[in-house]
């Protein structure tokens, strides 16, 4: 990738879509706006947070949230967006995929191990703290599968729904393994059960391997546990836009 080519990456997942202005693996600008906006909501805050020469760059969409990315391209367009394309739908992140299913593959799994190849000697594990917690495996540059789980945010949101009295704890630091009291409780548990988790299927993912991997972490919730497992490498917060500029700067070379 040049250091020259700026675009806008749009990372639409099931609780955000969040918007980067790149110029190479740089993120000059991020926000982050909620994926049921409504197209004129998103209208609105997309005028509020970019200049009007962004709306000439060329902008590139990835989507595991196949309503909102319809909000996103709509508000876009309405904002003067002409060079706009949707990965999966218009070309295909360009990496070699050797899952069983290649069109049930996430375009931010996809585009988590392209950005990885910058980042590895080919062989890697990105773990994406999201909704749902993926693990994504690149062997030799390819994408080989991976692992999803449940997220943070959504066991919290769960544990609260489906039950009569316990509240909605919002995830803050490393809480003591004692909770005193029910919030307390409930945050030892998803730190340190989503620690072993995270740990344990880094432990088994690395034993597909022939050689070691590096481990790459991104993601929302990143920040929270990342720090406090050992096996993960470096937190790369921009990593999936990143991934997605990379595949419009690879897109002249596919065939």
Request: charged share 20%; hydrophobic share 40%.
């Amino acid at each position: 990738m040049t250091s020259n080519v700026k675009l806008l990456a749009v990372d639409i997942g099931n609780s955000n879509a969040t918007f980067a202005l790149m110029r190479d693996r740089e993120a000059l600008q991020t926000f982050d706006l909620p994926s049921n906006s409504s197209a004129e909501e998103l209208q609105s805050e997309l005028r509020s947070r970019l200049e009007p020469d962004d709306w000439k760059l060329p902008c590139i969409i990835a989507s595991v949230n196949p309503r909102a990315c319809a909000g996103v391209e709509a508000a876009l367009r309405r904002c003067g967006i002409q060079d706009l394309a949707v990965l999966g739908r218009d070309y295909k992140v360009p990496i070699d995929n050797r899952t069983a299913v290649p069109d049930q593959v996430g375009q931010d799994r996809l585009v988590n191990a392209l950005a990885a190849t910058r980042h590895s000697q080919g062989h890697a594990i990105v773990v994406d703290f999201g909704t749902a917690i993926t693990f994504d495996v690149l062997k030799d540059g390819a994408y080989c599968g991976g692992v999803i789980t449940p997220g943070i945010g959504l066991a919290m949101e769960a544990l609260h729904q489906r039950t009569a009295l316990l509240p909605l704890v919002k995830p803050h630091g490393k809480p003591p393994i004692l909770g005193r009291d029910t919030v307390s409780a409930i945050n030892a548990g998803v730190f340190y059960g989503y620690i072993g988790l995270v740990h344990n299927i880094i432990v088994e993912l690395r034993t597909v391997f022939e050689s070691k991997p590096r481990v790459l972490a991104t993601g929302g919730y990143g920040n929270y546990i990342a720090p406090y497992i050992p096996e993960i490498e470096e937190s790369l917060p921009h990593l999936t836009h990143e991934g997605i500029a990379l595949s419009h700067c690879l897109r002249p070379t596919l065939p």
